[in-house]
């Protein structure tokens, strides 16, 4: 884990990672659930990484996969040049010290039972420093990096007689004390105010510009992931469709269910109040029978009949870090198999445009697929 590294090499490398889960239908039977699929995924040293899709996409079962909490059914995850499922017991130890996880819900992922000292305290007691002294001036300092002052009142208190920000502070205090190089951020603020989200945000800024911290963070908001991260991958039934710097993916999507999840994004805007938002219609796939081919077919208006039912769209280059994994975007560009628009979409237009209003499984509901606050 200590071994020199390439400068170019990213500190999180995911490789063809698939993830199967097997749910149990009868007394006999089980049957497998497609939760992560053949995704590939570099995260460099100091950059944050958006995972954004609906409910059920894969992201949080991709975001903890990359920190060892689920087994992998295929595929390899390297942190720093080092295959973290080859890892042995002392090295797993040693990696969890390094990669950290902050859950979504800070209501229940804080014991109601300890002061926030001790949770606070409780990485420290597994992984760090023998001595109390020690401890507890690293769980002050962590308090206090998470500006939750004066420290010492607050490691005295219950998590109860916080508000919702606050507890968010502690569970980023909790991730924090051991001193990590990579953080899973999972809806760190799908669940508390609206007034507390952009200050957890900041917040995390501030400790990666001061830490260098490498960040995946795991959202249904694309609005935020836009503002927060450096680049955003779009996951769809376990899989990634699109990957792009995040101002570029915002300003310039090209996948369909991309476009859908921008077109439900709400605007601040009073003038738009009565405009009603296209949102994709139908459900998300079941995850144990997945649609041949693509799996948004089933919902996509300009599904190319005959291929995006037959065929899975593998993820294509389209330049400056713009990767997409749709038929309308064909390999090399050229005409393959499904090829019937151009990386620019100017073959198809825009499918959320005129084609879009006109689809018949379009509703015109409120923003259904951001709103969600499951993780996925
Ligand atoms: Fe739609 Fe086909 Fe592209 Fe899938 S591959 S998003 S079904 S056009």
């Given at each position: 884990m200590t071994a020199p590294r390439p400068a170019d090499e990213p500190l999180l490398r995911i490789e063809r990672l698939s993830v199967r889960f097997f749910v149990r239908t009868s007394f006999f039977a089980t049957r497998p659930i497609a939760a992560v699929s053949d995704v590939d995924l570099d995260i460099a040293t100091g950059e944050t990484v958006a995972l954004v899709g609906e409910s059920g996409s894969g992201k949080t079962t991709l975001g903890r996969?990359?920190?060892?909490?689920?087994?992998?059914?295929?595929?390899?995850?390297?942190?720093?040049?080092?295959?973290?499922?080859?890892?042995?017991?002392?090295?797993?130890?040693?990696?969890?010290?390094?990669?950290?996880?902050?859950?979504?819900?800070?209501?229940?992922?804080?014991?109601?039972?300890?002061?926030?000292?001790?949770?606070?305290?409780?990485?420290?007691?597994?992984?760090?420093?023998?001595?109390?002294?020690?401890?507890?001036?690293?769980?002050?300092?962590?308090?206090?990096?998470?500006?939750?002052?004066?420290a010492a009142e607050f490691a005295e208190t219950y998590p109860h007689t916080l508000s919702g920000g606050q507890r968010q502070r502690v569970s980023i205090a909790r991730a924090m004390v051991l001193g990590p190089d990579y953080l899973v951020a999972d809806e760190p603020v799908s669940m508390i105010d609206a007034s507390s989200r952009a200050e957890i945000l900041y917040l995390l800024k501030d400790l990666q510009a001061q830490r260098r911290l490498t960040f995946l963070y795991i959202t249904h908001d694309l609005a935020s992931a836009r503002h927060f991260a450096d680049r955003i991958a779009v996951m769809y039934a376990g899989r990634i469709v699109e990957l792009a710097?995040?101002?570029?993916?915002?300003?310039?999507?090209?996948?369909?269910?991309?476009?859908?999840?921008?077109?439900?994004?709400?605007?601040?805007?009073?003038?738009?109040?009565?405009?009603?938002?296209?949102?994709?219609?139908?459900?998300?796939?079941?995850?144990?029978?997945?649609?041949?081919?693509?799996?948004?077919?089933?919902?996509?208006?300009?599904?190319?009949?005959?291929?995006?039912?037959?065929?899975?769209?593998?993820?294509?280059?389209?330049?400056?870090?713009?990767?997409?994994?749709?038929?309308?975007?064909?390999?090399?560009?050229?005409?393959?198999?499904?090829?019937?628009?151009?990386?620019?979409?100017?073959?198809?237009?825009?499918?959320?445009?005129?084609?879009?209003?006109?689809?018949?499984?379009?509703?015109?509901?409120?923003?259904?697929?951001?709103?969600?606050?499951?993780?996925?």
């Open positions: 996969a990359t920190v060892h909490l689920v087994p992998i059914s295929s595929g390899r995850i390297v942190f720093e040049g080092t295959d973290i499922g080859a890892l042995d017991d002392r090295e797993l130890r040693a990696f969890r010290q390094r990669a950290q996880v902050i859950f979504q819900d800070p209501f229940s992922s804080l014991s109601p039972y300890m002061r926030v000292g001790e949770i606070v305290e409780e990485p420290l007691v597994i992984h760090g420093p023998r001595s109390r002294a020690e401890r507890s001036a690293r769980v002050l300092a962590a308090l206090e990096q998470v500006k939750l002052s004066p710097p995040a101002g570029q993916l915002v300003g310039e999507a090209c996948h369909p269910y991309t476009k859908a999840l921008l077109a439900a994004v709400p605007e601040p805007d009073p003038g738009n109040r009565l405009r009603q938002r296209a949102v994709v219609g139908g459900e998300p796939p079941d995850a144990g029978a997945l649609p041949a081919g693509c799996a948004f077919h089933p919902r996509c208006p300009v599904a190319i009949a005959g291929t995006c039912e037959r065929i899975i769209p593998p993820l294509v280059e389209l330049g400056s870090g713009h990767q997409v994994a749709c038929h309308l975007y064909p390999v090399g560009g050229g005409d393959g198999e499904g090829s019937v628009g151009s990386a620019d979409g100017s073959a198809t237009g825009d499918p959320w445009g005129d084609g879009l209003a006109e689809a018949d499984s379009m509703t015109s509901s409120a923003a259904r697929m951001p709103g969600s606050s499951d993780s996925g």
